[in-house]
């Protein structure tokens, strides 16, 4: 090369396959610093367009279908926006049963998220075969005193299917990561003890959708909530299935403790460098709306705010300050608005004819949400921060625990790695929270309190009025507003955790949290950009459910194509 | 009160047709409706399952290990010429290697969860069975016409799918249209 450029630009369209989903550009200078960034992605929108005219207890059924993966999140939301609406309060027990299908979701999706969606980015598959197993099965054991499944022997077959799969070269997965990248930081037996948990989980995560299905019903399209209540009632008073529910949970619990948290601090250990330099760090504004309130009225979740990393001071949190604004997406309907009154009018600008962001104008699909004017990181992080801070009584207690043993401080939970830390912390927070709901619906039920469902009289309703739900679910902060005329949805809004996170730049020319994140990260080798991939990730986007199409590029097809008969 | 995921195996190998996508994208849906207007119109011997599968992510491995040959319905991009309405059938096998780890952005999708599937133990010989889709952004229940023009290739493709795996497939006498079939999902209630 004879030409240098002081900056380059670089494409990430990585983070997902799917065209426009989410696709990351950044700038980086001559030391290999990213010093710009721009976030765009495809995000559901237009959920008004088909709700308008409905009747508001439907919506949950329509609205669960938002996304395959966060159904449960969505339909409790939507349920619990009309009953804000109609000043409808479900019983405890509703409230409990509940609270147990989005608690369980809370610890598969964080399990998912980890093992399978994220850590490979710290840990590298190959390595993992030239392990020696008996040496990782000593070192699984300095990490927690009975590790999961961890003998020599269980790693010693582990191994083996690893190496089976990488060699047969069929699994996709893991032919195409940065393997062997300078920045990959743990040794061949700390890489093989995760890749056996990564397998384990996958059968755990299983067993969670079966606890999630005992009160929820049957994925991908559950049926269980109804405005003022639950509907499954038989499961609730049946002893069988609230047994299957807790042996789950318990199971699950053994696994959160033994391999995930254990493996977490390992990695913590290893990358330490990387926390204490705040790769990843993004404002430092974070936001939590509380609630899964207890018996004793504490709720599991504190609600709070908190401004540019300042620890020393929380204020409260007030759903009334928020709005979206669209200068820089691709939406005519600009200026910040209040959800409850937004519109969705796009104003698709395009792509430049290189197929590269008009970084300059609109450039995402996704609006720019804003709390007091201001971005805002939502999800375990800002939770796990905020509960500690307001000394929530269990999320305190584990955060310290965990901050004694890593050696990280508060700050350290900004940053790639920290949030993930923060999300193994709060799985383990909500396994354990899950047996006390259990054990106040058991009191509850032996007392003979077995309502379920809040009676009320649709015709008595006020024909006008709004509501909505702010509400804690695995990525973070989910609000759904609804605004009702004449006994019908008259507008409809969502407002997702990845909106908050992934957001674009605002008519400010203030950054999106990834954004923010991304900028600053140096690259150790621009061609594989794995610092920007470990960043975004940390953040747990989910933007795929929006459109999902098998994607075939790239491969001849044609003799698999279908004609009628008759033609060829 | 029966687990969802045991499903009777007394009848030798278990099958089910499983639609996949999103019935608020227009096209998306192409798989959950064909699924629906398959139960609504046909009869199967042995009894197979017709399943909505919605866009699941990784609770779709459950499937995949709990049926001996299951048919997936969904929406396909190939190639980047687009013409909707085309009808692919092909086993999984020769999508695998696919699902890239690095080229997802997080929720899995269906190539990913085939090869973790795979990792996790047995699964099931998956065909896939696809249409190109000309519209998936508009949110609307309904089909463009491409691909209501080759619905009845896309059914007759899995009937036959069927034919080859021993079910017998016989029509009702009184056929339920595809516009009554999206009606139903756009008409979903919970105050009937």
């Known amino acids: ?568 | 009160m029966t687990n969802f995921y045991d499903t009777d195996s007394s009848n030798g190998s278990r099958i089910a047709v499983m639609g996949v996508g999103n019935i608020l994208f227009t096209d998306e849906g192409i798989g959950i409706y064909a699924t629906e207007f398959l139960k609504q119109n046909y009869q199967f011997s042995p009894a197979i399952d017709l399943i909505d599968g919605g866009t699941l992510g990784m609770n779709l491995i459950h499937y995949y290990q709990q049926y001996d040959h299951l048919l997936l319905l969904d929406t396909i991009s190939v190639g980047d010429v687009k013409t909707p309405g085309e009808v692919y059938s092909l086993n999984s096998d020769v999508l695998q290697g696919m699902g890239q780890y690095r080229q997802t952005a997080h929720e899995v999708e269906v190539l990913q969860t085939l090869e973790l599937g795979a990792l996790a133990g047995d699964i099931a010989e998956v065909q896939i069975i696809a249409m190109v889709p000309q519209d998936i952004e508009t949110v609307a229940f309904e089909l463009t016409q491409p691909v209501r023009k080759n619905i009845a290739l896309l059914i007759n493709t899995v009937v036959q799918h069927l034919k080859s795996l021993k079910v017998t497939v016989r029509p009702n006498a009184s056929p339920v249209t595809l516009d009554a079939i999206i009606e139903q999902f756009s008409q979903v209630s919970a105050s009937a």
């Open chain 1, 1 to 568: 090369m004879t030409e240098t450029t002081p900056k380059q630009k670089i494409v990430i369209d990585p983070v997902t396959r799917i065209e426009g989903h989410l696709r990351v550009e950044i700038e980086v200078d001559e030391l290999n610093t990213v010093t710009e960034a721009w976030a765009s992605g495809q995000l559901f929108r237009g959920i008004e367009t088909i709700l308008k005219g409905r009747d508001p207890r439907d919506t949950g059924l329509i609205a669960q279908r938002i996304c395959g993966v966060c159904t449960n999140s969505h339909y409790r939301a939507s349920i619990s926006a009309v009953e804000n609406a109609y000043e409808i309060v479900p019983p405890r027990n509703a409230e409990i049963v509940r609270n147990l299908v989005s608690l369980a979701l809370f610890v598969q999706d964080h399990l998912v998220h980890y093992y399978h969606l994220h850590s490979l980015d710290y840990v590298d598959v190959t390595s993992a075969l030239e392990a020696d197993c008996k040496k990782a099965s000593e070192i699984a054991h300095q990490w927690h005193k009975h590790p999961y499944n961890c003998s020599q022997g269980d790693l010693a077959a582990v191994q083996e299917k690893l190496a089976n799969f990488v060699n047969a070269g069929r699994l996709g997965l893991f032919a195409n990561g940065y393997w062997g990248h300078s920045q990959y930081k743990l040794s061949p037996e700390e890489n093989l003890i995760h890749m056996n948990h990564y397998l384990e989980a996958l059968r755990i995560q299983r067993e969670v959708s079966k606890a999630i299905a005992i009160f929820g019903g049957k994925t991908p399209h559950p049926q269980n909530l109804v405005v003022g209540g639950v509907t499954s009632v038989m499961d609730m008073l049946n002893p069988q299935r609230l047994n299957d529910y807790l042996f789950i949970i318990k199971d699950t619990q053994e696994f959160l403790k033994r391999a995930y948290l254990p493996d977490m601090k390992m990695v913590v250990a290893a990358y330490g460098d990387n926390i204490k330099a705040g790769e990843g760090r993004g404002h430092g504004n974070f936001m939590c709306s509380g609630g899964y309130q207890l018996s004793d009225d504490e709720p599991l979740f504190a609600s709070g705010v908190i401004w540019g990393h300042d620890f020393s001071k929380i204020e409260p949190f007030d759903d009334t300050q928020i709005t979206e604004e669209a200068s820089r997406s691709w939406y005519a309907d600009e200026a910040p608005t209040s959800p409850y009154d937004e519109t969705t009018e796009p104003d698709y600008t395009y792509m430049n004819a290189d197929g590269t962001l008009k970084t300059d104008g609109k450039y995402s699909w996704i609006k720019a949400p804003r709390y007091q004017g201001q971005p805002m990181e939502v999800g375990p992080a800002a939770r796990m921060m905020i509960g500690y801070v307001k000394n929530a009584k269990f999320i305190r207690p584990y955060m310290q625990h965990f901050m004694d043993e890593t050696g990280l401080d508060l700050m350290d939970f900004s940053s790639s790695i920290g949030r993930n830390a923060a999300r193994a912390v709060e799985a383990e927070v909500v396994c354990d929270v899950i047996f006390a709901f259990v054990s106040e619906l058991i009191e509850n039920i032996k007392y003979y309190d077995e309502t379920t469902w809040t009676k009320y009289d649709f015709e008595a309703l006020p024909l006008e009025t709004k509501g909505r739900a702010v509400l804690e679910v695995p990525r973070g902060m989910l609000s759904h507003f609804i605004r009702i005329q004449d006994a019908k949805v008259k507008n409809y809004q969502a407002v997702v955790p990845t909106t908050w996170n992934a957001s674009p730049k605002d008519n400010q020319g203030i950054r999106g949290p990834y954004e923010e994140a991304i900028v600053g990260l140096k690259l150790a080798d621009p061609q594989q950009p794995l610092e920007v991939l470990r960043a975004v990730h940390s953040f747990d986007p989910c933007l795929a459910c929006a459109v999902h199409v098998i994607d075939a590029k790239g491969q001849t097809l044609s003799e698999h194509r279908v004609t009628p008969i008759g033609s060829f």
